[in-house]
């Protein structure tokens, strides 16, 4: 894999915060923190630290462990013998006790004459809930670390515990700059891979652009070609991926794995997700709905209208994840025993109906970042029309706001089929769903894999979208 596809703009906001603290901007505070978030593998410790190695800066890069403070306190000594801090050697000769004296000892290690780079990594390990870490940490920066030249990366693959470190109320509460960093998107795994537009958002999908799937991905090969090699292989980074990530995010919560799992398998509905989870009660269900709600493994979605509902619908946020569950996670004793072919089977047979569904979150994705164009106006949301009984559903709705909008902007259908175009009847079929949902003569939008060959606007349909354009949304 070439270094950091895509990663551009995250080295240059981190080569910034370094130079600024290389300025002395802060005058006697010149320290600088930064909180990184982003869901397991999406290569943020790989990026932090090949930044600290092209620095040029002296840094120490510690990851916790969470197996106890004993243990992520005797580790820190030993990552700090391996680190570049010229007096690193006090670390790991004082043998820190508890965290304060942890970050006495290591303010005292950092140069004073230039600037430094400190990275904590997995920082949730270390967040205990009663604070005493978040705590101890702010005393430290506001005490000593920050009147240092050094840059304090924060790096946690807990999405909703990093955003709490730096929430209103907390004790280190606006003392560092967030940063997000995300899967490869679309576009930088078409990049990557030397694919076709239509091929790279069927990457896209399956790897859910996390850099080490697509790093096993021969450059310009069909999906064919990359699940059978995959599959052949019971350690690939396509199969033990989503259960390393799964097993350090829910460690204990079997009822979750399980909700999740009947999720992942395509029930969408709270009633239908109970039925298939074993029969689970409404109260654990809804416990468990709010656990993967919160940790945004789950994305939960109501019908964009005018009008206030209740069917909510449930998905699985990571597009990789989502294939895992459906197709992967399931075939595992197969895989094992050789016979990955019948998983390929299955995916092959079921491939054109998964992905169909699949590719909408990423279309509407596209639409938000292309928006205003010409053809439709921006739309500051975009999301999906139902009723309780799916006698209406409209793929794509844009509107002022969500889910109750007061003016609708937009509706559209998806069709991503190979080999037939968007046709007449999808045509007559989304005016139809439009008169169920308004009675406004909204623009009417296709996307189609293979476009809309025979449907003009004089029929009615204001704007076309295929693999290309979406794509430029993100290059743009």
Same mark, same amino acid.
């Given at each position: 894999?070439?270094?950091?596809?895509?990663?551009?703009?995250?080295?240059?906001?981190?080569?910034?915060?370094?130079?600024?603290?290389?300025?002395?901007?802060?005058?006697?505070?010149?320290?600088?923190?930064?909180?990184?978030?982003?869901?397991?593998?999406?290569?943020?410790?790989?990026?932090?630290?090949?930044?600290?190695?092209?620095?040029?800066?002296?840094?120490?890069?510690?990851?916790?462990?969470?197996?106890?403070?004993?243990?992520?306190?005797?580790?820190?000594?030993?990552?700090?013998?391996?680190?570049?801090?010229?007096?690193?050697?006090?670390?790991?000769?004082?043998?820190?006790?508890?965290?304060?004296?942890?970050?006495?000892?290591?303010?005292?290690?950092?140069?004073?004459?230039?600037?430094?780079?400190?990275?904590?990594?997995?920082?949730?390990?270390?967040? #205990?809930?009663?604070?005493?870490?978040?705590?101890?940490?702010?005393?430290?920066?506001?005490?000593?670390?920050?009147?240092?030249?050094?840059?304090?990366?924060?790096?946690?693959?807990?999405?909703?515990?990093?955003?709490?470190?730096?929430?209103?109320?907390? =004790?280190?509460?606006?003392?560092?700059?967030?940063?997000?960093?995300? =899967?490869?998107? =679309?576009?930088?795994?078409?990049?990557?891979?030397?694919?076709?537009?239509?091929?790279?958002?069927? %990457?896209?999908?399956?790897?859910?652009?996390?850099?080490?799937?697509?790093?096993?991905?021969?450059?310009?090969?069909?999906?064919?070609?990359?699940?059978?090699?995959?599959?052949?292989?019971?350690?690939?980074?396509?199969?033990?991926?989503?259960?390393?990530?799964?097993?350090?995010?829910?460690?204990?919560?079997?009822?979750?794995?399980?909700?999740?799992?009947?999720?992942?398998? +395509?029930?969408?509905?709270?009633?239908?997700?109970?039925?298939?989870?074993?029969?689970?009660?409404?109260?654990?269900?809804?416990?468990?709905?709010?656990?993967?709600?919160?940790?945004?493994?789950?994305?939960?979605?109501?019908?964009?209208?005018?009008?206030?509902?209740?069917?909510?619908?449930?998905?699985? &946020?990571?597009?990789?994840?989502?294939?895992?569950?459906?197709?992967?996670?399931?075939?595992?004793?197969?895989?094992?025993?050789?016979?990955?072919?019948?998983?390929? %089977?299955?995916?092959?047979?079921?491939?054109?109906?998964?992905? +169909?569904?699949?590719?909408?979150?990423?279309?509407?994705?596209?639409? &938000?970042?292309?928006?205003?164009?010409?053809?439709?106006? %921006?739309?500051? &949301?975009?999301?999906?029309?139902?009723?309780?009984?799916?006698?209406?559903?409209?793929?794509?709705?844009?509107?002022?706001?969500?889910?109750?909008?007061?003016?609708?902007?937009?509706?559209?259908?998806?069709?991503?089929?190979?080999?037939?175009?968007? #046709?007449?009847? #999808?045509?007559?079929?989304?005016?139809?769903?439009?008169?169920?949902?308004?009675?406004? =003569?909204?623009?009417?939008?296709?996307?189609?894999?293979?476009?809309?060959?025979?449907?003009?606007?004089?029929?009615?349909? #204001?704007?076309?979208?295929?693999?290309?354009?979406?794509?430029?949304?993100?290059?743009?």
């Amino acid at each position: 894999m070439a270094d950091f596809v895509g990663r551009r703009r995250e080295l240059e906001t981190l080569e910034r915060e370094l130079a600024r603290v290389a300025s002395g901007t802060g005058g006697d505070r010149p320290g600088r923190c930064l909180m990184l978030r982003g869901r397991r593998r999406v290569g943020k410790s790989r990026l932090v630290e090949r930044f600290a190695e092209r620095s040029g800066a002296p840094f120490l890069f510690y990851a916790a462990t969470g197996a106890s403070p004993a243990a992520d306190l005797a580790r820190l000594a030993r990552d700090a013998e391996a680190s570049t801090l010229p007096l690193a050697r006090l670390l790991s000769a004082a043998r820190p006790g508890d965290w304060g004296a942890a970050f006495d000892v290591l303010a005292a290690a950092l140069p004073q004459d230039r600037p430094s780079i400190v990275v904590i990594d997995e920082v949730p390990y270390l967040m #205990d809930a009663d604070g005493a870490f978040e705590g101890t940490l702010q005393r430290a920066w506001d005490r000593v670390l920050e009147t240092k030249p050094v840059l304090l990366v924060l790096i946690g693959s807990d999405l909703s515990m990093m955003e709490a470190l730096n929430g209103y109320g907390r =004790p280190f509460h606006q003392r560092g700059r967030e940063m997000v960093l995300g =899967p490869l998107n =679309p576009a930088e795994v078409g990049a990557m891979l030397d694919l076709t537009p239509a091929a790279a958002f069927d %990457a896209a999908l399956i790897t859910g652009g996390l850099p080490l799937i697509c790093a096993d991905w021969p450059r310009g090969a069909g999906i064919q070609e990359f699940l059978t090699a995959a599959l052949e292989d019971p350690v690939s980074a396509l199969l033990v991926s989503a259960e390393r990530s799964l097993a350090a995010e829910f460690p204990q919560t079997l009822q979750a794995r399980r909700v999740l799992g009947a999720i992942g398998s +395509g029930e969408r509905t709270f009633s239908n997700i109970a039925r298939a989870a074993g029969g689970i009660g409404a109260t654990p269900l809804q416990r468990s709905l709010e656990t993967l709600t919160h940790k945004r493994v789950v994305a939960a979605e109501l019908p964009v209208s005018t009008r206030a509902s209740r069917d909510r619908r449930y998905r699985v &946020a990571d597009p990789y994840l989502r294939f895992w569950l459906k197709h992967l996670g399931p075939a595992l004793p197969e895989i094992e025993r050789g016979r990955g072919d019948l998983a390929l %089977a299955r995916i092959r047979a079921g491939w054109t109906s998964w992905r +169909g569904r699949a590719v909408e979150p990423l279309v509407r994705e596209a639409l &938000a970042r292309l928006l205003p164009d010409g053809r439709l106006p %921006a739309a500051p &949301a975009i999301g999906g029309y139902w009723t309780r009984t799916n006698d209406v559903e409209i793929d794509i709705v844009g509107a002022d706001r969500a889910p109750v909008a007061r003016r609708l902007l937009f509706v559209g259908s998806v069709k991503w089929l190979e080999n037939k175009s968007f #046709d007449r009847h #999808d045509l007559a079929a989304l005016q139809r769903h439009r008169a169920a949902l308004t009675d406004q =003569p909204l623009p009417l939008v296709a996307v189609s894999r293979s476009g809309a060959d025979g449907v003009r606007a004089l029929d009615g349909l #204001d704007a076309v979208y295929g693999p290309a354009e979406l794509l430029e949304a993100w290059r743009s």
